[in-house]
């Protein structure tokens, strides 16, 4: 009888309306603490007629048999939602939408070497984007504009020196570790402050060593549409020319390149590591891993993660994560599928890192190959038509000139000399473009872009047969 009042409370909630859907946990009060997610207040507890066992060193309100029940209740409601669901129809409110704000979250020790070419990126390559959504009922162009705004949560916020980046910088620090929980806790933290503003509408996650290889509105772009931004001839991906008609724009699509158990790219050293320090806690059909785990969610994903507790009996969900290899590649992506969202989820990588597999040294396949005196028009080029944003990872500061000249105005980089080929300068007249071109040679000092080390090994990435599953399956 038991079981079958049970099934009869997952089925009521799974055809209630979501938002009338309640907590399964006790009535507990919430507050949102410095790490961004939910906790209980101090006064609140489970109920005592409750056997539970408290398993996480670092919150003690934490049960793994409760949330692993309250998942599998989830996994149980979300399934018959979807079975009796008819045809997925976009939200009412897209067509309303006339702006993309995409909050920048950076966790960063002190350091921030690209502060300057962020800024420029934030302050002059956005404004608006014409696009021919099919959701429009005018058949006319739509006009979005474009913004963004950096925020950072820094394990030495007293070592930071910007006052520009001061201004940016969280007022709480988690001193995350490598390869630490915390670092979840961080980039939570990071959620709940972008969310704040009204007008975020995505959230990328990013190191100091990110740097951008499209201007904002290229971003803003390729995000609504879901296409790569591949350099033509014509320029501008936010041209009046670019040819999105019938393209469904997608406001509520998260990028989380990601994948579960069954998929090739999961290795013995993901079944250890990830998959089997989360078994007590999660249901291994519930588990996703992201490679790289620096994703981008939508609003509408990132405030299901951090409403996340209100579900699993008012506890968080980090605790479960303390043992588990690159906790934030797997807490994202596997958050979202408990959510009910990876339908909604777009398998893409927007922050290109690349491993060497081949390394001897354990230390260096642990780590993403380094781009350092990399930066050209060919490394840019490429990482675009992979369908990446950004580009992860440059240690050390990029010229600013020369970042502006290779991703906004197209320039080809050659050794010994860097060849301005277009400089684009758009002078508005009316619905009319004018753009003047200039070709100029300028010397400098620059490296070409060493194709040895283009590709090592893709099989990480796109699961191919290359890869010896008998090898460990590093992450940094």
């Known amino acids: 009888?038991?079981?079958?009042?049970?099934?009869?409370?997952?089925?009521?909630?799974?055809?209630?309306?979501?938002?009338?859907?309640?907590?399964?946990?006790?009535?507990?009060?919430?507050?949102?603490?410095?790490?961004?997610?939910?906790?209980?207040?101090d006064d609140t507890s489970i109920n005592e007629s409750q056997d539970v066992a408290l398993t996480s060193k670092t919150d003690a309100s934490y049960s793994a048999s409760v949330v692993k029940n309250s998942i599998e209740r989830l996994l149980r409601i979300h399934s018959i939602r979807k079975s009796t669901a008819s045809t997925t129809k976009p939200d009412a409110n897209c067509n309303d939408r006339d702006s993309v704000h995409i909050a920048i979250c950076a966790t960063i020790v002190q350091e921030f070497p690209h502060e300057m070419l962020w800024k420029k990126w934030i302050d002059e390559t956005g404004g608006n984007i014409s696009i021919d959504p099919s959701t429009s009922d005018s058949g006319?162009?739509?006009?979005?504009?474009?913004?963004?705004?950096?925020?950072?949560?820094?394990?030495?916020?007293?070592?930071?020196?910007?006052?520009?980046?001061?201004?940016?910088?969280?007022?709480?620090?988690?001193?995350?570790?490598?390869?630490?929980?915390?670092?979840?806790?961080?980039?939570?933290?990071?959620?709940?402050?972008?969310?704040?503003?009204?007008?975020?509408?995505?959230?990328?996650?990013?190191t100091e060593s990110c740097v951008p290889v499209v201007t904002l509105r290229e971003a803003a772009l390729s995000l609504l549409l879901d296409e790569p931004c591949l350099w033509e001839e014509d320029g501008d991906a936010s041209s009046t020319k670019q040819k999105a008609n019938g393209v469904h724009i997608g406001w509520d699509r998260s990028y989380v390149d990601c994948y579960d158990r069954n998929s090739s790219r999961c290795s013995r050293f993901d079944e250890h590591n990830c998959w089997g320090h989360l078994r007590d806690s999660i249901p291994a059909e519930a588990i996703y891993k992201a490679l790289p785990g620096w994703c981008l969610l939508s609003r509408k994903h990132a405030q299901h993660?951090?409403?996340?507790?209100?579900?699993?009996?008012?506890?968080?969900?980090?605790?479960?994560?303390?043992?588990?290899?690159?906790?934030?590649?797997?807490?994202?992506?596997?958050?979202?599928?408990?959510?009910?969202?990876?339908?909604?989820?777009?398998?893409?990588?927007?922050?290109?890192?690349?491993?060497?597999?081949?390394?001897?040294?354990?230390?260096?396949?642990?780590?993403?190959l380094c781009y350092d005196g990399q930066f050209s028009d060919e490394l840019v080029c490429r990482v675009r038509g992979e369908g990446c944003l950004f580009l992860r990872k440059m240690k050390q500061s990029i010229d600013v000139e020369v970042w502006q000249n290779i991703v906004i105005c197209h320039v080809m980089i050659t050794k010994g000399q860097l060849i301005l080929v277009a400089v684009r300068n758009e002078v508005e007249t009316g619905n009319m473009a004018e753009v003047e071109i200039t070709i100029e040679t300028i010397s400098i000092t620059a490296e070409s872009f060493d194709s040895s080390r283009r590709h090592g090994d893709d099989s990480r990435r796109y699961g191919s047969d290359r890869y010896r599953n008998d090898e460990p399956h590093w992450r940094r």
């Open 305 to 368: 993660i951090l409403d996340l507790p209100n579900q699993l009996n008012n506890m968080n969900l980090w605790p479960a994560f303390e043992k588990v290899w690159a906790p934030e590649e797997v807490y994202f992506p596997t958050a979202l599928n408990i959510c009910g969202l990876m339908d909604e989820v777009v398998k893409r990588a927007v922050t290109h890192s690349e491993w060497d597999h081949k390394a001897v040294n354990l230390q260096d396949r642990a780590h993403p």
């Open 140 to 206: 006319e162009k739509k006009s979005i504009k474009t913004s963004a705004e950096l925020y950072i949560h820094a394990k030495k916020p007293e070592g930071v020196q910007s006052e520009w980046l001061k201004s940016k910088t969280l007022p709480i620090t988690h001193r995350p570790d490598w390869n630490d929980v915390r670092i979840i806790r961080a980039m939570l933290s990071l959620l709940d402050a972008a969310l704040k503003d009204v007008n975020t509408t995505h959230i990328l996650f990013c």
């Open 1 to 41: 009888m038991a079981d079958f009042h049970s099934l009869l409370s997952v089925f009521r909630d799974a055809t209630a309306p979501p938002n009338s859907t309640k907590s399964n946990g006790p009535a507990a009060q919430r507050s949102t603490a410095s790490n961004g997610a939910m906790h209980l207040n």
